[in-house]
């Protein structure tokens, strides 16, 4: 499962589907279940699991640019791909044996979630209950598993958070989504009242790593890199589609009064030079802190704090760069791109949700400098 070169062709494929679907994936907000079943028959969604556990193997820069990729063509695409590994991922790194094979038992397994709220966990006899409500579960309505996190009722200890992974028939889904943009992930809210869990279907993230991989010594413990690295990625997909297309009206438009082609204009030309420059910075600069540290756990080294907030700061600029490039980009169209049908249009609806994630949060900035400055760990894991 999960060949490179046939997952890269099938989810550029199912990418253009989902752009000459946008309609569709707007109306019904999620995934159409046939576009759904092909990525997940592909591998799209277990991508850096490690081959000998089901998945595709994949290092984090390829899964990073099939993210970019992916997202030029459908951003709710592109944020159901990335963000849709990083939870398989991010258990199979520090879940117990039990749960680990459970989940990679399925072939094309699919999980959601969503750390957005924090339910609580009761113990009940030699199980566990969690109740709770998660807004944002990208793609739950496809899901086989969803997640949500938990601790203690009355508990705010970071060491007793837990991300609860149970079967997605013990959990309802709230269908809420009804935004701006990424009408397409489908991200509803999942909720429960008391769904009974084993006890290694709770996961601390910041658990040590079972597995003896690379992706384990890069993942475990910082596994939130894997979030906000799927934000970067479904950001610059979208802010790259948009200079592609702005690209392309350039080439013919002529707007008034002078009806002077934008072609032959040195500040039209100046404006996408300086676009397709950002863009190459911004994704350069994820690129270099992620290979980083995928090098690092190549050689059996954790990351280092200078590495992951290099990461952190990456992904943070990108998120916010991307948003100024879409921007600018539909400035420079006018009215070209006004239509709602139009890609440009979509793109400056998309790039709007991801901006209020956490991982755009301006004290991102913050706390990566006084990492810097401190040598300590932030009061929080950026990264």
């Not at 038992?105 to 009940?124: C, F, Q």
């Not at 300086?274 to 990351?303: F, H, K, T, Y």
Request: with cysteine.
């Amino acid at each position: 499962m999960g060949d490179a070169p046939e997952l890269d062709v099938v989810a550029v494929d199912v990418g253009r589907e989902a752009d000459q679907r946008w309609d569709e994936l707007e109306t019904a907000c999620r995934l159409p279940a046939d576009l759904y079943d092909r990525l997940a028959e592909s591998g799209a969604f277990c991508q850096m699991v490690p081959s000998e556990h089901g998945g595709g193997g994949r290092t984090p820069l390829a899964w990073f640019d099939l993210g970019v990729t992916v997202a030029s063509h459908s951003g709710s695409l592109g944020w159901i791909v990335t963000q849709g590994n990083a939870l398989l991922t991010s258990a199979v790194v520090v879940a117990d044996p039990g749960l680990r094979d459970e989940l990679c038992g399925v072939p094309g397994v699919r999980i959601a979630g969503a750390n957005t709220a924090l339910g609580v966990i009761h113990s009940a006899g030699d199980r566990f209950e969690l109740t709770g409500r998660w807004p944002f579960a990208s793609g739950c309505e496809g899901a086989d598993w969803l997640v949500g996190i938990g601790a203690p009722e009355g508990s705010r200890d970071r060491s007793e958070v837990r991300y609860v992974y149970a079967p997605a028939s013990e959990m309802r889904i709230d269908r809420d989504w009804d935004t701006l943009g990424l009408r397409g992930t489908g991200s509803h809210s999942i909720v429960t009242d008391a769904v009974r869990c084993r006890a290694d279907q709770l996961v601390q993230f910041s658990g040590e790593p079972q597995l003896d991989h690379p992706i384990s010594i890069a993942a475990a413990r910082y596994g939130p890199w894997l979030i906000s690295t799927s934000v970067a990625a479904t950001q610059l997909g979208i802010a790259r589609r948009a200079i592609d297309e702005v690209t392309t009206i350039v080439q013919t438009k002529a707007p008034p009064p002078l009806f002077e082609p934008l072609s032959q204009s040195q500040s039209a030309q100046r404006t996408l030079g300086n676009l397709n420059g950002r863009w190459n910075a911004l994704s350069g600069a994820v690129r270099d802190a992620l290979g980083a540290m995928w090098d690092s756990g190549c050689q059996g080294i954790e990351p280092t704090l200078d590495q992951r907030c290099n990461l952190a700061v990456a992904n943070h600029l990108a998120n916010a760069g991307s948003v100024e490039i879409v921007a600018e980009a539909w400035k420079l169209a006018g009215t070209s791109g006004l239509a709602r049908s139009h890609p440009l249009a979509r793109c400056v609806r998309d790039v709007q949700p991801l901006l209020g994630h956490v991982s755009a949060n301006e004290r991102i900035l913050d706390f990566a400098e006084q990492a810097r400055r401190t040598g300590e760990p932030p009061p929080i894991p950026i990264v």
